[in-house]
């Protein structure tokens, strides 16, 4: 119990420097203005969901190799937690796009596979409510991880080659390029913070996982007896 | 190497399982039928934007009506319990998998062939001159929808609400595939049609690496 409250102190530690240092250390872009800030939230959020997307897969992997219980509860659990660092990639996205290009949304490249890379997950969540049985929705659940993960790199390929085609409404360089290097410093740090948020959310959501797996075997032994 | 003849006997009893009624292969064209029916009433493209939106259309109508057609592939055995059958004949479980994912590309492939000339007739573009092109892309378009199809298939038919799970789980997976193979058969439709190798050489590859990838995780899929 200490250890988890310790652990998460340190966590909101970093969080909190990574605020500060993302709204007093990082100097004012010059076009932008202070709206570019968001950028120290959207992007670590960005490369903290792909990171917990890659571990989901990596578990997934080992759960149809090894069949341990516990890959299956590290598989939902990380990506569950990519699922919501990339929701949060989504509506940070908008509430920077809206001052800086006019509109909400648009249909390019990146928004688009971000959009469908949350889809896919949505799709991992849902399908592991519709299976009781736990060993079958351990497995199944893992393979379409598999097939998810592989199609990420073929939906980004996809969109981009699309793109040639297709003229976006013009679009501002995008916030990375040329980045000052005090912003990307700080940058970097949020990044690590997320991480370390990430690593959080992920082991209490595996202890719940692992609460809720023997409650399941439980239930099933006294079902039997 | 027992898998490829495996594989083609399974094949045979695809087939005349569905040519004995037909009724897989009647009711997904009709079901095409009725969207671009439906999409020509709202939205009375022109004879330009027909070239514009109706490769998109048409993919759209493919997968759809692909997402509705691939259930039935493993509900079949299910219904008739003859799934663990057909695993204790064959020594390689991927046979089944490749069986039924020919026999689903197969059946996407003939729907297609019948509803091209509907097509062009009725949104008035020209497909004589490109129709072996064409033929390319709807192969590899149609095998990559069969292979994704086939494997999502046999995760729903174990879930609850499988009907509109599959397409939930289909429809993401495939944007690819939608996506390329609606720039390709838009090149294709052009006024001065040509081909996009970059497209096709995609579509390939991601036949390859889902059809890999289903030989690989198959045996799992099909797990009692």
Not at chain 1, 58 to 82: C, F, H, I, M
Request: net charge neutral.
């Amino acid at each position: 119990m200490m250890k988890n409250i310790l652990a998460a102190a340190a966590v909101f530690l970093l969080l909190g420097v990574a605020v500060y240092a993302s709204f007093f250390i990082a100097p004012t872009d010059v076009k932008q203005g202070l709206i570019y800030r968001i950028l120290f939230l959207h992007v670590p959020s960005a490369w903290t969901g792909l990171t917990a997307f890659f571990i989901s897969f990596l578990a997934n992997l080992l759960y149809v190799w090894r069949r341990q219980p516990r890959w299956d509860w590290l598989g939902v659990s990380a990506a569950e937690v990519g699922l919501a660092f990339t929701t949060v990639v989504l509506v940070t996205g908008p509430i920077w796009a809206h001052p800086v290009w006019g509109i909400w949304w648009t249909w390019s490249p990146r928004l688009t596979s971000t959009f469908v890379l949350w889809l896919l997950y949505v799709a991992y969540v849902v399908l592991r409510t519709l299976i009781e049985e736990p060993d079958r929705r351990a497995l199944l659940s893992a393979l379409f991880g598999i097939f998810a993960f592989i199609d990420v790199p073929l939906v980004f390929g996809s969109i981009r080659w699309w793109r040639d085609q297709h003229p976006q409404p013009v679009v501002m360089g995008e916030p990375g390029a040329g980045l000052d290097p005090i912003m990307y410093k700080v940058l970097l740090f949020s990044w690590l913070a997320m991480l370390a948020l990430m690593t959080l959310l992920i082991r209490q959501r595996y202890r719940l996982e692992a609460m809720r797996g023997d409650l399941e075997t439980m239930q099933q032994e006294l079902e039997v007896a | 190497m027992s898998l490829f003849p495996n594989a083609l006997v399974l094949l045979g009893k695809e087939l005349r399982t569905e040519f004995r009624s037909r009724e897989l292969l009647t009711t997904t064209v009709v079901f095409i039928l009725i969207v671009m029916f439906m999409f020509s009433i709202t939205f009375q493209p022109t004879s330009d934007e027909s070239r514009q939106i109706g490769p998109g259309l048409l993919w759209l109508a493919f997968l759809f009506a692909a997402s509705l057609m691939l259930q039935h592939c493993f509900l079949r055995e299910q219904h008739n319990d003859t799934l663990s059958a057909l695993r204790l004949s064959v020594s390689d479980p991927f046979a089944i998998l490749l069986a039924k994912l020919a026999a689903n590309t197969l059946f996407l492939l003939l729907t297609e062939l019948f509803l091209l000339p509907i097509f062009a007739l009725m949104y008035n573009v020209s497909v004589v001159r490109v129709v072996h092109w064409l033929a390319l892309a709807f192969f590899l378009g149609s095998l990559g929808i069969s292979i994704v199809g086939t494997a999502l298939s046999a995760i729903s038919a174990q879930a609850r609400m499988r009907e509109l799970l599959l397409p939930v789980l289909m429809l993401p997976l495939l944007t690819p595939i939608l996506i390329v193979s609606t720039e390709v058969t838009k090149a294709l439709f052009d006024r001065a049609p040509y081909v996009r190798w970059q497209g096709i050489g995609f579509l390939a590859v991601f036949d390859v690496v889902f059809l890999t990838a289903l030989w690989l995780f198959g045996e799992y899929l099909l797990e009692e």
